[in-house]
């Protein structure tokens, strides 16, 4: 059973940086495309970064882009989000997703069978 735990979500203020982790259990990490995604009260979730199994290839939603970073470490079966000049619009659940079949659309939320249950980001103005 795969299993996604994130963690390092908090209350902060604008322009100021959080850093996410997901940790991934029961399976083999290496073989998963990951991705992160997000989800506002009333809004559907989308998509925030991705990034493949072996961290050659990364895609990054418009809006993060320049102020995020994903990075995995496969030695410790883990994803991480950097968040860094965070705005109250990055306000959500963020949760990583993996799937162990190559993804190609990293932003559909149905390209991935495995999900963690969230952690909250609020950013204050």
């Known amino acids: 059973q795969v299993q996604l735990v994130e963690s390092g979500g908090g209350l902060v203020q604008a322009g100021d940086s959080l850093r996410l982790s997901c940790a991934v259990s029961g399976g083999t990490f290496s073989t998963y495309d990951m991705g992160w995604f997000r989800q506002a009260p009333g809004k559907e979730r989308e998509f925030v970064a991705g990034?493949?199994?072996?961290?050659?290839?990364?895609y990054y939603e418009d809006s993060v882009k320049g102020r995020f970073t994903i990075s995995r470490d496969n030695a410790k079966n883990t994803v991480y989000l950097q968040m860094n000049s965070l705005k109250p619009e990055d306000t959500a659940v963020y949760y990583c997703?993996?799937?162990?079949?190559?993804?190609?659309?990293?932003?559909?939320?149905?390209?991935?069978?495995?999900w963690g249950q969230g952690t909250q980001v609020t950013v204050s103005s």
């Open positions: 997703a993996a799937d162990q079949r190559v993804i190609y659309y990293y932003s559909r939320v149905g390209e991935y069978d495995y």
């Open positions: 990034i493949n199994r072996r961290g050659r290839y990364i």
